[in-house]
């Protein structure tokens, strides 16, 4: 009777045990799935924050390219009045401004999203291209002044 006394209350820990063991591994199987779930959704705004980061520079940069379009046109325009030897200094200037120009459009344009760490090194380097660009507009107007 004693043996069966604690025999009893054992049997009932004993399946109680497995019981909880089974919900606890159920729980965990719920947070890793919860967790793995969160992780997806992280990943798609990460994704959705670069490519309206590309946009937004693409869109800023791709006005300025168009201003130094316009700013090439304009001075196009004025040459025309200018002496020879002036206008074909300042035509060659421009020719390759615009060169430049047109190779900065289409490497914006070209760009594909390709991970965070390729965007800042695309970004560095088209940045700095473009202020070496805006530089020699600056230049070019201070020549085209006198």
């Known amino acids: 009777m004693v043996t069966l006394a604690l025999a009893l209350p054992m049997a009932g820990i004993l399946i109680s045990g497995c019981q909880s063991s089974q919900t606890r591994e159920e729980q965990a199987r719920d ?3 919860d967790a793995e779930e969160q992780v997806v959704v ?3 705004e990460l994704d959705q924050i670069l490519n309206d980061s590309i946009q937004l520079f693409k869109t800023e940069n791709g006005e300025l390219i168009v201003s130094y379009e316009q700013s090439i046109a304009e001075i196009k325009a004025k040459l ?3 002496k020879e030897e002036n206008r074909v200094n300042m035509e060659k ?4 401004l615009e060169q430049k120009s047109q190779e900065m459009k289409m490497k ?5 999203a390709d991970g965070e760490e390729n965007w800042k090194s695309f970004k ?3 940045s700095h291209d473009m202020e070496e660009l805006g530089t020699a507009f600056k230049d070019l107007s201070k020549d085209n002044v006198k």
């Open 31 to 33: 947070k890793l799935q």
């Open 42 to 44: 992280a990943n798609q």
């Open 80 to 82: 025309k009045d200018a």
């Open 108 to 112: 914006l344009e070209e760009y594909k």
């Open 93 to 96: 200037k421009l020719a390759v």
């Open 124 to 126: 560095n380097e088209f």
